[in-house]
């Protein structure tokens, strides 16, 4: 069935470092790529997209990479700060069907 | 824009009672899915909603059911409440999936115990 994995499950960063998390999904109809930042006692947050005819998206200290050919995708978060510190969800879907989700990235940063 | 809400945000009930949870979609959007999440398996798909009818459906038993009123709010309903149905249950909402707008905008989630 349709499968999405997530890596690293933890991650520790130093304030100012980068943080690069991995996904791989399983089925090559996916067009759709959103990541989402939980915060602890928090509604998971969109923090940036990418769709299957691009290779790539920025918005700030955030990028996304795809790659369709080996079916995966990153997240790069550049100049981490303290309040990057969540758990990022990656997910997969084709169009609006079902939102397939990754098992989390728990991100620390330390000051 | 008001944000996804979900009504109630705490539920405590006992195995064997149903349940209903409500979710009310962003002004304007049309499709309303639901999600569980645990921490031992994370965000899992319930169902999806668009103009009153089920459009999607995720592997979870016919105990779990929804449904969808004409002015997009979402409701779903969980009966013979089981231990293992504890999990903070989120609806999420998108405008409308035939005009390429999938991005899904998440409620802050109803935290259902059963004990």
Known sequence: GENVEQHPSTLSVQEGDSAVIKCTYSDSASNYFPWYKQELGKRPQLIIDIRSNVGEKKDQRIAVTLNKTAKHFSLHITETQPEDSAVYFCAASYNTDKLIFGTGTRLQVFP | ?115
């Open chain 2, 1 to 115: 824009k008001a944000g996804v809400t979900q009504t109630p945000r705490y539920l405590i009930k006992t195995r064997g009672q149903q349940v209903t949870l409500s979710c009310s979609p962003i002004s304007g959007h049309r499709s309303v899915s639901w999600y569980q999440q645990t921490p031992g398996q994370g965000l899992q798909f319930l169902f999806e909603y668009f103009s009153e009818t089920q459009r999607n459906k995720g592997n979870f038993p016919g105990r779990f059911s929804g449904r969808q009123f004409s002015n997009s709010r979402s409701e779903m309903n969980v009966s013979t409440l089981e231990l293992g149905d504890s999990a903070l249950y989120l609806c999420a909402s998108s405008l409308d999936g035939g005009l390429g707008a999938y991005e899904q905008y998440f409620g802050p989630g109803t935290r259902l115990t059963v004990t």
